[in-house]
């Protein structure tokens, strides 16, 4: 369990860090890439179901994330948790983890000040319900679509449909859990 905190931990240290993103060479700094790559971090709120489709147990989540985008695609790295206590009548509790989930998006109208778009990456997860008393740490393969607004603002947000599938187990116990789907708000920053 220190080993899980310890991750989480450093994965929002990370998360949070604050890089230049001027490049250095020799003697001469390009600022370029400023005019083309944007980097933001964002909060992302929303309700987590585990295992769709077998138990719909809701786990309210949030993330902390960056996001580097040029006007077309962008990469979104995050870390997710989420934890309910006592659905449905019972004391059991309901997790859910992912660090790092690493997402590779692509924006269907890159010009315009809001857009669609969709992607798809993996993550190192696990889904702890024990009201199904199962267990999976994993990796897991990820999905996103989603819709930001205000592109062209400093602070932005999006909505985002995200699913979650697990493909290989590093540990396991009881029945294989489904697909996890989220639907969250964000505000980037």
Known sequence: ?????????????????????????????????????VALKYVKLGSRTLGAG???????????????????VGVDYSASFGYAKGIGGCDR?????????????TFI????NSSLYYGGGASFG??????????????????ALGYEMQRFSCVRSFMEFDFSVPILA????????????QLAFALCY
């Open 1 to 37: 369990m220190k080993k899980k905190i310890f991750s989480l931990l450093f994965g929002l240290l990370t998360l949070t860090s604050t890089q230049s993103s001027a490049v250095t060479m020799g003697d001469y700094e390009f600022d370029d890439f400023e005019e083309d790559f």
């Open 54 to 72: 077998r138990t719909n147990t809701f786990v309210p989540a949030i993330s902390f994330g960056r996001r580097f985008e040029c006007p077309d």
């Open 93 to 105: 509790s309901s997790i859910f983890y992912s660090v790092p989930r690493i997402v590779c998006i």
């Open 109 to 112: 109208n890159e010009c315009a």
């Open 126 to 143: 696990g889904i702890i319900n024990n009201n199904t008393h199962s267990q999976y740490h994993g990796l897991l393969a990820e999905g």
């Open 170 to 181: 590093a540990y396991r116990k009881g029945k294989y859990p489904g697909p996890t789907v």
